[in-house]
């Protein structure tokens, strides 16, 4: 199974620099290993070429986010797997091993993700990703682990291998043919979210989404929306209103959009509360956003096959924040 991990960089230097080791270390035996360039302006291919000549690269003429990132590089490289890795993860020995495995067992999994725990505190879940993401009944995604930002200590609860409704996109394993018949990501995605809109489609083609624990790495990011800048929070509140239109059974679109419009309100207030306008102003350009392209988003749900339901069918906020339920195990 020939397979091609790919990490996308831009003006990334520091980052290689500190992960790039790591991966070529325990995956060269297994894949190649190739760095997707966004048109970047520091000096980080030169260092890639004069320290790392066996890895690859695949150079994007614009900085197109994640989303246009991969799409571009992708069409460049042949592998039967594809492996999608941010710039800020560290990998473990035999990391690939596991997942290469189920892949080879499992003809209908699509969509791979490993254990991902914080690279700052490697006793503990990283915060994007887990243990495997889930969405609640008003389509906030939430994981294994993970629950806002309850980060649970990872005691090998989770050394499974379950179904998921989607991988992370920090470290996101599928296959090539997957990718390329499902049009890759969304590119009016920009960035956040688009793996959560892969995930959905390849389901509703009837295609697993996995996680895979016995597979380990460790994932520096870690931020709480709170913390996040406006520009994330903006991405964020569109891109997950976007993938509900686009991907909600008819059933449920009116109702669970409708509600999520309202609860954005709320916590547009909230923050608001805590002085900061900035990001109250980018949910509202997010909402603004949203209209703008309702009709473009519609347009490509009518071109979906049977849209799937989601896993938890109650409200994940009204379990964490009143009934105080910190830890996945604890949801009903």
Known sequence: MKTAI????????????????????????EAEVYVADNASTDDSIEFIKQNYPTVKIVQNTTNGGYAKGYNDALQ?????????????????????????????????????QPKILDFKDKTKFEY????????????????????FDALEVDNGQFNDITNIFWASGACFFIRSTVFHNLKGFDED????????????????????????????VYHV?????????????YLNFRNSLLTLLK???????????????????????????????LHTWAILKAHFSFYKNFFKFLKKR??????KSYFLHTSVIWQYFALGRKKFEELK
Not at 84 to 105: A, G, R
Not at 221 to 233: I, M, S, V
Not at 302 to 307: D, G, R, S, V
């Open 6 to 29: 790919i990490i996308l960089n831009w003006n990334g230097k520091k980052l290689l620099e500190q992960f790039l080791p790591s991966i070529v270390n325990f995956s060269s035996q």
């Open 76 to 112: 460049h490289i042949d592998a039967d797997v594809y492996c999608l890795v941010n710039s800020d993860i560290e990998v473990t020995q035999n990391w690939l091993t596991p997942i290469l495995k189920t892949f080879k067992k499992e003809k209908n999994t699509a969509i791979i």
């Open 128 to 147: 994007a990703g887990a243990a495997g993401g889930y969405i609640d009944a008003f389509g906030y995604p939430y994981c294994r682990g993970r629950l």
């Open 189 to 216: 995605y920009f960035a956040h979210q688009e793996e959560i809109d892969l995930c959905w489609r390849a389901q509703n083609n009837g295609l697993d989404i996995k996680y895979v624990g016995k597979s380990t």
């Open 221 to 233: 990011g870690g931020a709480t929306l709170e913390t996040l800048n406006p520009k994330k929070t």
């Open 247 to 277: 991907n909600l059974p008819a059933s449920k679109i009116f109702f669970v959009i409708f509600s999520r419009l309202i609860l954005d309100g709320i916590a547009g207030i909230k923050f608001l509360s805590e002085l900061k306008p």
């Open 302 to 307: 009518k071109e979906l096959n049977k849209k």
